[in-house]
């Protein structure tokens, strides 16, 4: 008998294996009806979002040549070129370069700089055939980041986080759709309404 | 079955005779044909399954997938082709040039030859022997070899762990494939794939092995999965313990043997599945009976060349299901082991094949009107 039984237990291990490989062969049958979650990348391009760190940018007018984005940069990176110029007492800049192939886009610079002459970007296209083309000088790095929203070739795409509650498609999106939550400004507006209405409260009180 | 449907062979022999050539320079004549047509079949068919692989693959995982070289893609096997073609053919230092350059070529060779026995119909297949099922299984045995010779010879320690695991499994796994063959083979009362299918076509759908043989039908495929080792059963190229197994080494032409070799064996595994249990050729209804209800006659022309190209699609559309259904299962389940491979071998499907090879014999004794007298 406990022969029996253990064959029995065997056969329905197996039907019960079969039948989760079953079920799972369901589920993968069941994503090959879904839309595709890529992003054709030449086609569409994710919108970078607010904080993203890109190709940084430089102007050189206002820089004061003070290699304060030298010292705080992890690999000392951004290479200042200046002489200092007696008759105004001033350093004079020649060249400012940063090499974006070593480059780790920490924006350590742009956080430090005392005169905001460095800014981020959202330009994360570097591809170039020599790795000394990265090598952005004072001109390269004044150049203006080009937006992903108004190049007509390109279908800007939401990423995940900027999508309506619920959505996770970021294609084909209904006009106006916000993400979800609250938008900053709102949130501004909301706290400014709450402070007046405590002051309002606090002026009517009987002291 | 009383008629012979269409004899091609026959024909262009008597037109070639009717030229002027002795019967001997007609059949010599003939010969290359089928094979060349067989050959160039069978590397369309692992064209489209690459292609559909990728495809597939990219629908389970909600990618689009190749879309680029021509329409969906569909350019893409011929890219991969030209691409392997022009690439340096590498040899190791310190291999064995004979054993390296051998192996492939064992691996490619056999695959194909099995390819003679695959009936499409009729008459639609290169030689109809009457041990083509034994043949099949005995060349489809000489493979292991060759993957042993490439694993061995590579002068790598993850081409030879490769090559022996492929040799392992595919010993382990040949008995219950062989077994449940036999099953079949018992009931068809013959070895030639024509005379299976032929015993499978009497009343179509309901004739059909799949419900006379159901162990022997989930046998066979895991069975086959395990022999042409895809996904859950690919230890021997397993590529995040082993790189690429026995092929690690090889680039070029060699490797594209390899790829030609695996995905030609799927396909045939799954022509092998559709000619065993799903009625080969032989459409749901039988052609016989749609051609009394509409009247034709069975030696028509037209009908003959409607069943034949019926046959043709009907034993593809059978053999794709079974690709496809690899395709999704290499999607759907995790690698196993090699313990564990060994152990559903040796420990569950030899015992399992065994018990269905008796009971096939046991119902054919009892039952002999439906199990094949």
């Given amino acids: 008998m406990t022969f029996l039984k253990r064959v029995g237990e065997y056969v329905s291990d197996a039907f019960k294996a079969a039948k989760y490989i079953g079920q799972g062969m369901g589920v993968v049958f069941d994503h090959m009806n879904r839309r595709p979650v890529t992003v054709q990348y030449p086609f569409e391009k994710l919108i970078p979002s607010e904080r993203f760190r890109g190709r940084i940018h430089f102007e050189f007018d206002k820089c004061i040549a003070c290699e304060i984005c030298v010292r705080v940069c992890p690999i000392d990176l951004p290479v200042v070129d200046w002489v200092y110029n007696t008759e105004l007492k001033k350093k004079e800049l020649y060249s400012y370069s940063i090499d974006f192939g070593v480059c780790i886009f920490c924006a350590n610079c742009v956080e430090f700089c005392p005169t905001n002459c460095l800014s981020v970007t959202e330009d994360y296209e570097l591809a170039t055939y020599d790795r000394h083309e990265l090598n ?47 938008r900053p400004e709102e949130i501004l507006a909301e706290m400014k309404a709450a402070k007046e209405k405590e002051a309002k409260a606090t002026a009517e009180q009987p002291a | ?18 030229l002027g050539l002795s019967p001997g320079a007609a059949h010599a004549l003939w010969i290359p044909l089928p094979m060349l047509l067989m050959v160039i079949a069978a590397t369309l068919g692992v064209m489209v399954m690459t292609w559909l692989e990728r495809k597939i693959s990219a629908a389970a995982q909600q990618r689009i997938g190749p879309n680029m070289a021509g329409p ?6 011929i890219a991969d082709g030209i691409k392997l073609l022009t690439k340096e053919d590498v040899l190791p230092s310190l291999a064995d040039p004979v054993l390296f350059t051998l192996g492939p070529i064992l691996v490619f060779l056999p695959v194909f030859l099995c390819y003679l026995v695959v009936p499409f119909g009729q008459n639609l297949l290169i030689s109809n022997i009457a041990i083509g099922v034994f043949f099949l299984i005995a060349t489809s045995s000489v493979q292991p070899i060759g993957l042993l010779m490439s694993g061995y010879g590579s002068n790598n320690k993850y081409s030879l762990l490769g090559g022996l695991r492929a040799a392992a499994q595919s010993i382990s796994y040949e008995l219950p494939l062989a077994l449940s063959v036999l099953a079949v083979v018992l009931m068809s009362n013959g070895l030639d794939t024509v005379g299976i299918v ?14 006379r043989q159901p162990i022997g039908f989930v046998i066979f495929l895991i069975a086959a999965l395990a022999e042409t ?65 509409l009247g034709i006659p069975l030696d028509n022309p037209f009908l003959q060349i409607g069943a034949a190209v019926l046959g043709i699609l009907m034993t593809m559309v059978k053999a794709f299901i079974f690709v496809f259904l690899a395709i999704l299962l290499r999607w759907t389940v995790p690698r196993v082991r090699i313990d564990q491979l ?21 119902l054919k004794l009892a039952f002999p009107a439906f199990f094949g007298g």
Wanted: glycine residues 8%; proline residues 6%.
């Fill in chain 2, 342 to 362: 060994l152990d559903l071998g040796w420990k569950f499907l030899l015992p399992v094949s065994f018990v269905n090879l008796l009971l096939t014999a046991a």
């Fill in chain 2, 1 to 18: 079955m009383t008629t012979t449907g269409i004899d091609l062979q026959r024909s262009f022999e008597t037109a070639l005779r009717n």
């Fill in chain 1, 136 to 182: 952005y000088h004072q001109v390269a790095l004044g150049r203006l980041p080009s937006k992903v929203t108004e190049d007509p070739m390109v279908t800007p795409l939401r990423e995940f986080a900027y999508l309506p509650k619920g959505v996770i498609d970021p294609h084909d999106l209904p006009a106006g759709s916000q993400r979800a939550g609250k």
């Fill in chain 2, 198 to 211: 032929e015993q499978q076509s009497g009343l179509g759908i309901l004739s059909w092995n799949v419900w």
């Fill in chain 2, 72 to 77: 969906q893609g569909v350019l893409i096997p």
């Fill in chain 2, 229 to 293: 080792e895809r996904i859950p059963f690919d230890l021997p190229e397993a590529e995040e313990e082993l790189v690429a197994g026995y092929h690690t080494e090889y680039s070029g032409i060699k490797f594209a043997l390899f790829y030609l070799g695996s995905y030609a064996n799927l396909l045939l595994a799954s022509l092998m599945a559709a000619v065993l249990y799903l009625g080969g050729w032989s459409f749901v209804v039988p052609v016989e009976t749609i051609a009394a209800w």
